[in-house]
């Protein structure tokens, strides 16, 4: 049986990103490989053991296009209401709160956040099977 461990995804600006993983999703530097084209920097918190990992490729100036294919990554919370306060006061500005019902029952409350290079992040309030 398989086991996920990561998702990759290029960034522009190392420090740009750290700082906004870092707040938004307490996020912590657990491995950095430094290459002479690239470096490559895991990102991980005490909630999960998979990682995030970041890839900085040197010398790029330009975004990265990130087409129609990419979709999101997801995070849960135990308190959606305060998560999305929270990163609204450091200035984040995570998308309105969204409830997802289904023959008439709540599935889903949640949030899209966006990082500094465009990419979506989903977060969920712990429910059902968004643990």
């Given at each position: 049986?398989?086991?996920m461990?990561?998702?990759m995804?290029?960034?522009?600006?190392?420090?740009r990103?750290?700082s906004?993983?870092?707040?938004?999703?307490g996020?912590?530097?657990?491995?950095?490989l430094d290459?002479?084209?690239?470096?490559?920097?895991?990102?991980?918190?005490?909630?999960?053991?998979?990682?995030?990992?970041?890839?900085?490729?040197?010398?790029?100036?330009?975004?990265?296009?990130?087409?129609?294919?990419?979709?999101?990554?997801?995070?849960?919370?135990?308190?959606?209401?305060?998560?999305?306060?929270?990163?609204?006061?450091?200035?984040?500005?995570?998308?309105?709160?969204?409830?997802?019902?289904?023959d008439?029952?709540?599935?889903a409350?949640?949030?899209?956040?966006?990082?500094?290079?465009?990419?979506?992040?989903?977060?969920?309030?712990?429910?059902?099977?968004?643990?």
């Open positions: 049986m398989a086991k461990i990561h998702s995804i290029r960034v522009l600006e190392e420090e990103s750290l906004f993983y870092t707040q938004a999703f996020l912590e530097i657990a491995d950095r290459f002479d084209t690239f470096t490559l920097i895991y990102l991980s918190n005490s909630e999960s053991e998979f990682e995030l990992e970041l890839t900085v490729n040197k010398g790029r100036e330009e975004a990265y296009d990130l087409g129609n294919g990419y979709g999101h990554l997801a995070v849960s919370v135990s308190d959606l209401d305060a998560e999305h306060q929270r990163l609204t006061d450091l200035g984040l500005n995570p998308n309105k709160i969204v409830e997802f019902n289904r008439g029952a709540l599935l409350r949640f949030f899209f956040i966006t990082d500094p290079d465009g990419y979506k992040i989903e977060v969920l309030q712990r429910h059902g099977r968004y643990k």
